[in-house]
């Protein structure tokens, strides 16, 4: 395989997994979305978490809710817990780095509002004591992970949402992710603006 075949078959396996992916998510998201708009419109906010990659998906999901995704809107209220480094640190060096999004989730969170949790392995022990975190908190949690859930699966409850990209591959994995993170922000504007 020559370079540029092997630059091809990263698109070719992303639109595969995004082809796979679709079918499997969709309803998910619509889920997902009506969650948030309910969250929101009882005067709820969005925190959203995750590591490296999945920190930059939450900052990425953070930024279209509070500014805009494609539509003119007010701006919406979502916090990225991946943003505060003073936070990230003092939580990190004071008491554990797996304590990084649970204590900011204690101390942000409240019954009705919504976590958004991305673990492309489903096992993040921070993002995991997050959920735990937002549980106690009465909060939702829409669980973006991937292959098989990982432990995160086994956490979710009644009205949570697992949106679980059935592929092996980190990379496509977030691919799928930040897709259904701007289909997820669509959906939230279609549904607080109509239109086509």
């Known amino acids: 395989m020559d370079l540029i075949q092997r630059v091809q078959q990263h698109f070719v396996e992303s639109i595969e997994a995004k082809q796979l992916s679709m079918g499997a998510l969709s309803p998910a998201i619509a ?9 929101l419109i009882a005067d709820g906010k969005i925190l959203a978490c995750g ?18 995704f494609e539509r003119e809107r007010p701006g919406l209220p979502a916090i990225a817990l991946t943003t505060d480094s003073s936070a990230l640190t003092a939580i990190a060096n004071d008491y554990d780095f797996d304590l990084v999004f649970s204590k900011q989730v204690h101390a942000l969170g409240r019954a009705g509002d919504i976590l958004l ?7 993040s022990a921070n993002v995991i004591s997050a959920i735990h975190a937002a549980h106690d908190r009465n909060m939702v949690v829409l669980a973006f992970t991937g292959r098989d859930g990982g432990q995160i699966a086994d956490l979710l409850t009644g009205d ?15 691919e799928v992710h930040i897709t259904a993170i701007h289909a997820l922000c669509d ?8 239109g086509d």
């Not at 959906?187 to 109509?194: E, K, N, P």
Request: aromatic share 4%.
């Open 187 to 194: 959906a939230v504007d279609f549904m607080l603006l109509g």
């Open 51 to 68: 590591n490296g990659g999945s920190a930059a998906d939450a900052q990425h999901f953070a930024a279209e809710m509070v500014g805009r």
């Open 31 to 39: 889920i997902a979305a009506e969650k948030i708009v309910q969250s």
């Open 160 to 174: 949570d949402v697992h949106l679980c990209v059935p592929h092996p591959r980190t990379a496509r994995i977030q």
């Open 117 to 123: 949790a991305i673990s492309t392995s489903g096992n």
